[in-house]
């Protein structure tokens, strides 16, 4: 993830990075948990501990990581929420993290991602799989077809899940994509693809488990009227099918591209919806 600075030019983002958007999304009321949109790219073989390290002093939201992978630092995950939460019935009662786990498409699981899974599940975290499946790449080429194959592939991980840990809290979270026929490109907004975000939440409520739902990530390259437009359509049908949670806040270009602008301006479109 890279950071706009605000003369326009780009860098890759740091510890330091996520510990400012931490402060910056604890003072926002729209943000419920702390999803790290930055990554600590300055400490690269420990980057997803360290992001925990930056995260946890600075926001006294729940925490959700999204690059924890492989067992051993599953280990380390959990013993840092475990001191964070003071003993282990507050750990599984209330814990202050819960980590999101990215399926292989086409209809595949990481091995790195399935331990670390496994590790935090045992522990009581709540784990999610995402399966960001995209039309005419990495899934069939209509929308209806890859959708099948995303929650295949998350099903799949949620069913492993609780074979090895009956009960264990899990949720489900389909995130398409779809292919620029003309360049090989990925999109994350087009209109067509946002209404998979909403079946992705159906289809989460059929399987009895809730959602982080694709609401914000847009395309756009800056902020204005592009990334309000496909936030605001994502973010409106997934809200009125029930979504629990959803993330992307303050990212542009597909999630690659950080502003604080962009988190203000879509805190705002969330309490518009809400409201």
Known sequence: IEVLQPNGDRRASTAADVATAARLADA???VGFYWPMLSAQDHPATAPLHELLASYPNTVKHVQTETVMGARPARYA?????????DEATLRARPPLSALIC????????????????VLAGAGIPVGFMSMATAGSTGPATI???????????????????????????FH??????????????????????????VGVELAHAWGVPTLAGVFGTDARTPGWQAAAEAAVALTLCALAGAETGSGMGLLESCTLFTPEQLVLDADLHERVRC
Do not use: C, F, K
Request: charged letters at 15%.
């Open 28 to 30: 926002i009321p729209a």
């Open 78 to 86: 959990v013993e840092m929420a475990r001191v964070l939460a003071g």
């Open 103 to 118: 399926t292989i498409a086409p209809l595949a699981q990481d091995d790195e991602g399935m331990e670390g899974a496994l």
């Open 144 to 170: 209806p077809g890859t959708v099948v194959a995303g929650d295949a592939e998350i099903v799949a991980a949620l069913a492993l899940v609780q074979l090895v840990h009956p009960g264990a809290p899990v």
């Open 173 to 198: 979270s389909l995130m398409t994509g779809m292919m620029d026929p003309r360049t090989g490109a990925y999109l994350a907004t087009p209109w067509e693809n946002e209404i998979a975000y909403v």
